[in-house]
């Protein structure tokens, strides 16, 4: 599976923002799905996962209510979209295909997509 993160840019705090991840290569359906960041100088972040069917997800505590993962396999692409862009979510945004649920065994990575968000 090749997986390639956009929609990432320079936002002013407060905004929102959605970020896509479209995947190729095998049935995008067959797997678990996250997103995960990382700041500069910070380790990597596991901000949010999705199930195959899209039914169930998992929020790290850091950004429950403002993040929300969705997919549509019919397009083979993840969404994330950001509400309330505050200087801390500045970061580098990378998805990832795995297998299991909840804990999803990444196997696959994709190239990030840089979130700055200016105060």
């Known amino acids: 599976v090749q997986l390639q993160a956009s929609g990432g840019g320079w936002v002013q705090a407060g905004a929102s923002l959605r970020l896509s991840c479209v995947a190729s290569?095998?049935?995008?359906?067959?797997?678990?799905m996250g997103w995960f960041r990382q700041a500069p100088g910070k380790e990597r972040e596991d901000v949010a996962r999705i199930n195959w069917r899209g039914d169930s997800t998992y929020y790290a505590d850091s950004v429950k209510g403002r993040f929300t993962i969705s997919r549509d396999n019919a397009k083979n692409t993840l969404y994330l979209e950001i509400d309330s862009l505050k200087s801390d979510d500045t970061a580098v945004y990378s998805c990832?295909?795995?297998?299991?649920?909840?804990?999803?065994?990444?196997?696959?990575w994709g190239r990030g997509t840089q979130v700055t968000v200016s105060s």
């Open positions: 290569g095998r049935p995008f359906s067959f797997y678990g």
């Open positions: 990832a295909a795995g297998s299991g649920w909840p804990d999803v065994r990444y196997q696959y």
